[in-house]
């Protein structure tokens, strides 16, 4: 038992390296992409603290370079989920118990092994195994997740400092629990940041996890998860389990003992778990906690006042980086006529100097998409708006799967605002715009607002003030994360806690303590210091 108050001051968000020539850490990085590519490794799942082959493995593949093979992992199945379930259970008492400081000190430590020993290795396996260039591996598995280390660790000491008023003779305290059960976290592809904080928030607030990343991102979470054993994670406290989302929805998400469950990926499977904890809800322990950030349709939306240069540079930054392939990412912009032609103009400039290929070629900007899944799909929408009478190819709209998979960056102009490819997620290089009369303002800002299910990120650029009041105000409801006069891609953990509502998630904000308080059931207390002993009230004496 310690007799002090620990503190971890404010942290400061993890500088982003420039990677620029003859730098250190373009050399390292470049070393280090070429030994993964030279020695295939082996995933295992990790359950209790101990690794295991089972009999089911599937390869791990770059994007874009199919033929490529970095290694294989192995597939928990539902033997390996019941073991997990029974590991996390068993490690919970200890871990619950650890005094707070010394949970956040194992993760803090692996914030520094990330980006001091490790840097390279995860960056080069982010790049690889999930088709990053360098600078967006950088911002992702190194300085997002860093952050999501450190300031995660930051918000419960804070959460764990507000406590109750008192009155005379009475001592009032609140504990936070962790919650009656252990938290199952599935985690996207497309952020190895996303995989590691839905798995660490709630271990930090003393919950035992069950982790099924992207069977896409299955290397560099497998990297990042031997650095939370390096940095001294107790086993079975975080159990990494490679598995089909069937066989976790079937043993993980109906167990009794399930009390939370931490996610992102598609609005259509996390309805599908809403739906299944429905169906169970008198079977579990507690009532779970959900927490999902789901899907996107994110808009840029231009005033008449825009700045061409920023406007169009936000709309090939915010549509284009990681292909599209974000959460956030632009994927639908209303343009006023007055500014179409000379908005048209630069955005064909801009995108044709965009080269597209390998991640080992750091000319690069645009590298592959995920699967082949992906491509398939991303590519039936650009051959939907192709055949239409009710959109145009503007810009790019070729696919190659030859070597790996390729979209082109991608410019469709809808005749409608409510065209397929400006309502529907594509989650690839494909941006859509609608141009509107510029009279018609309102009737856009409403078309912009109801034209899709979703809520997450969007945008506006104007410089007339009162144009920015005005459509902010319309737009209140459309996006969880708002930027004036920016792309709508790149919150920062710490500066713009990031999630949506609608059908885009439970707008739990990443990266900030609301999140973390979801992962915490409160105890009051209250102690009486000199208990009452008569049992009469005092109205009660007659005069």
Not at 247 to 264: L, R
Not at 290 to 312: M, N, P, Q, R, Y
Not at 336 to 365: Q, Y
Request: net charge negative.
């Amino acid at each position: 038992m310690n007799n002090g108050y620990f503190q971890i001051s404010l942290p400061e968000n993890e500088p982003v390296k420039g990677y620029l020539p003859g730098s250190p850490e373009k050399a390292a990085l470049k070393a280090e992409l070429k030994r993964q590519l030279a020695e295939p490794v082996e995933v295992p799942v990790i359950i209790g603290g101990k690794e295991i082959r089972t009999a089911s493995k599937a390869p791990i593949i770059c994007p874009h370079d199919h033929q490529k093979l970095l290694g294989q992992y192995y597939i928990a199945g539902e033997q390996e989920l019941l073991e997990a379930i029974e590991a996390a259970e068993a490690a919970k008492a200890e871990w619950e118990n650890m005094p707070w400081e010394h949970r956040a000190t194992i993760f803090l430590k692996a914030a520094d092994l990330l980006t001091k020993k490790y840097r390279a290795k995860l960056a080069a396996s982010c790049m690889l195994g999930q088709s990053k260039n360098a600078y967006q591996a950088e911002i992702d598995v190194i300085c997002e997740l860093a952050d999501f280390l450190r300031f995660n660790a930051y918000y419960v000491q804070e959460i764990y400092k507000q406590q109750p008023n008192n009155s005379d003779g009475v001592w009032n305290r609140i504990e936070y629990r962790a919650l009656d059960g252990f938290v199952a976290a599935i985690t996207p592809f497309n952020f190895t940041a996303i995989g590691g904080n839905l798995s660490t928030a709630p271990a930090m607030a003393g919950n035992t996890v069950l982790w099924k990343p992207s069977s896409t991102a299955v290397l560099s979470n497998y990297y990042f998860m031997q650095i939370l054993i390096e940095a001294g994670l107790p086993a079975g406290v975080i159990n990494f389990l490679p598995c089909r989302g069937v066989d976790f929805g079937k043993t993980v998400i109906s167990h009794p003992q399930m009390a939370g469950f931490h996610f992102t990926g598609s609005t259509g499977v996390f309805n599908g778990i809403w739906n299944q904890v429905g169906q169970n809800i008198d079977q579990y322990v507690t009532y779970p906690r959900l927490v999902g950030e789901t899907g996107g349709k994110d808009f840029i939306f231009a005033h008449a006042s825009a700045d061409i240069e920023a406007l169009t540079c936000a709309m090939v930054l915010g549509a284009f980086e990681y292909q599209g392939q974000k959460c956030s990412a632009a994927s639908r912009a209303y343009i006023p006529e007055s500014l179409w032609g000379k908005v048209k103009a630069r955005l064909e400039a801009e995108t044709g100097k965009i080269k597209m290929g390998d991640v080992c070629d750091f000319t690069n900007l645009v590298n592959a998409v995920i699967d082949r899944n992906s491509f398939n799909k991303i590519q039936s929408y650009i051959e939907f708006a192709r055949e239409s009478k009710d959109a145009e190819i503007i810009i790019g709209g070729k696919c190659d799967d030859s070597k790996g998979f390729f979209v082109e960056p991608t410019v469709i102009l809808a005749k409608t605002p409510d065209f397929k490819t400006m309502v529907e997620e594509i989650f690839g290089p494909v941006l859509t715009v609608y141009v509107y009369p510029d009279d018609a303002l309102e009737a856009t800002l409403t078309a912009c607002d109801t034209a899709t299910i979703y809520g997450l990120t969007g945008s506006v650029f104007a410089q007339d003030r009162a144009a920015v009041i005005k459509i902010a105000k319309a737009l209140e409801h459309a996006a969880g994360n708002f930027y004036i006069n920016d792309k709508p891609t790149g919150a920062v953990v710490g500066q713009q806690p990031f999630g949506g509502s609608r059908a885009s998630g439970t707008n739990d904000k990443a990266g900030s303590a609301i999140n973390l308080t979801r992962w915490m059931s409160q105890r009051a207390i209250k102690e009486t210091l000199l208990p009452r002993t008569g049992v009469s009230y005092p109205y009660m004496t007659e005069e």
